[in-house]
């Protein structure tokens, strides 16, 4: 009778099994198999083989180059969430006194695109060098989204601050939460002024995992 060990339930043959080794290999292999890290070329081949996942399974995707873990609540989700970090030198500005995506003069898209870690819980840090035309306060935020759907709003209160008209190099870091993990969130820069015209260059935006 086949035995199984203790730990992982690997089941290995008993002095008075029948000495048949292809079968107790074969039983061994399909037992360690599930428990290996899984190799795919993407998540549709990836669920295309994998039909019933048990939580605890690895699976490494070739696209997009990740690991991936079978969580409790019965979802694909990253093993971590590597920093997500964009940039742009370009110069812009803006007179608008609520909050915009776009800047006069710089004309990328300044958005970035992550995967919520595990625990649903993430890190933005926002920060750029810029002032005013005029003497008022001059914000820099994001809106976050999944899909069309807005998570987190810019708002004065998530914002790098800056007031009067020296240029100022300036930064805000703050946490994202109820995040659904796996799933993919978009963070675009978001911008207003309340007074004259602000300018910003050297702007950022970089994810975090909060774990």
């Known amino acids: 009778m086949v035995a199984l060990t203790p730990l992982g339930n690997l089941p290995y043959p008993q002095p008075a099994d029948n000495a048949d080794i292809p079968v107790h290999l074969q039983s061994l292999a399909e037992a360690v198999d599930g428990r290996t890290v899984l190799r795919f070329a993407d998540a549709a081949a990836r669920d295309a083989k994998v039909t019933d996942p048990i939580p605890g399974m690895i699976a490494w995707l070739n696209n997009p180059g990740r690991h991936y873990y079978f969580t409790a609540a019965k979802q694909w989700a990253p093993l971590s969430l590597g920093p997500v970090y964009w940039s742009s030198t370009l110069t812009g500005t803006t007179t608008s006194t609520a909050y915009v995506e776009t800047l006069t003069g710089a004309t990328d898209p300044f958005t970035i695109t992550f995967i919520a870690p595990p625990y649903g819980t993430a890190v933005l840090t926002v920060g750029a060098r810029f002032n005013n035309s005029a003497a008022?306060?001059?914000?820099?935020?994001?809106?976050?989204?999944?899909?069309?759907?807005?998570?987190?709003?810019?708002?004065?209160?998530?914002?790098?601050?800056?007031?009067?008209?020296?240029?100022?190099?300036?930064?805000?870091?703050?946490?994202?939460?109820?995040l659904t993990p796996g799933a993919a969130y978009t963070v675009t820069g978001a911008y207003r002024t309340t007074a004259g015209t602000l300018t910003l260059s050297n702007r950022y935006l970089t994810i975090t995992s909060l774990i």
Do not use: E, I
């Open 136 to 178: 008022g306060l001059a914000y820099f935020s994001a809106n976050v989204k999944q899909g069309t759907r807005v998570v987190s709003a810019a708002s004065d209160a998530r914002a790098a601050l800056v007031g009067g008209t020296n240029q100022v190099t300036a930064s805000m870091q703050y946490p994202l939460s109820g």
